[in-house]
């Protein structure tokens, strides 16, 4: 994300670093509104809205090489991010416990964590072949495609 915002988007370190902390403070300001409204909506739609809002977040980030359209997208990331967290594992807690198995919660958790990170990590090298092909805006770019590929699987959720 630095070559992003230095190189593509034109910022100095210090405006990155500002990013990075509007990112967190967002996060902070949003986990509690965000878990009371998956617990009205419900754990599926926090997923849903979710990947709607990060894939939205992305497609913003790319208008054009602007901060202030970068603390936009890193609002709407925040609020994606928010509405995922703790989502997924209450769904996946509700879902093993409906079906009598919560007593695998533990590993079961733990195997989607580890899932989680190793996308985190592919998702690096990828798209770093992708900015040296494309450009530095190509992974942001590419993000949509698992961004809806996730949302059609919150949509095929039951909970």
Same mark, same amino acid.
Request: contains cysteine; proline residues 3%.
């Given at each position: 994300?630095?070559?992003?915002?230095?190189?593509?988007?034109?910022?100095?370190?210090?405006?990155?670093?500002?990013?990075?902390?509007?990112?967190?403070?967002?996060?902070?300001?949003?986990?509690?509104?965000?878990?009371?409204?998956?617990?009205?909506?419900?754990?599926?739609?926090?997923?849903?809205?979710?990947?709607?809002?990060?894939?939205?977040?992305?497609?913003?980030?790319?208008?054009?090489?602007?901060? &202030?359209?970068?603390?936009?997208?890193?609002?709407?990331? /925040?609020?994606?991010?928010?509405?995922?967290?703790?989502?997924?594992d209450a769904l996946a807690y509700d879902s093993l416990l409906a079906l009598g198995k919560e007593d695998e919660?533990?590993?079961?958790?733990?195997?989607?964590?580890?899932?989680?990170?190793?996308?985190?990590?592919?998702?690096?090298?990828?798209?770093?072949?992708?900015?040296? &092909?494309?450009?530095?805006?190509?992974?942001?770019?590419?993000?949509? /495609?698992?961004?809806? /590929?996730?949302?059609?699987?919150?949509?095929?959720?039951?909970?």
């Amino acid at each position: 994300m630095t070559l992003f915002f230095t190189q593509w988007g034109g910022l100095d370190f210090f405006q990155v670093l500002l990013l990075n902390s509007w990112f967190f403070l967002w996060n902070f300001v949003l986990e509690v509104p965000t878990g009371a409204l998956a617990d009205r909506l419900g754990r599926k739609w926090s997923l849903v809205l979710g990947s709607l809002a990060g894939t939205t977040a992305t497609l913003v980030y790319v208008l054009k090489p602007d901060f &202030r359209v970068f603390l936009c997208a890193e609002v709407l990331f /925040a609020f994606a991010f928010t509405l995922h967290t703790g989502a997924d594992d209450a769904l996946a807690y509700d879902s093993l416990l409906a079906l009598g198995k919560e007593d695998e919660s533990k590993a079961f958790l733990a195997r989607m964590e580890k899932f989680k990170l190793g996308g985190i990590i592919l998702a690096t090298l990828t798209g770093g072949f992708i900015a040296e &092909r494309w450009g530095l805006a190509a992974p942001m770019v590419a993000y949509v /495609a698992p961004s809806l /590929a996730g949302l059609g699987i919150a949509l095929g959720l039951k909970e």
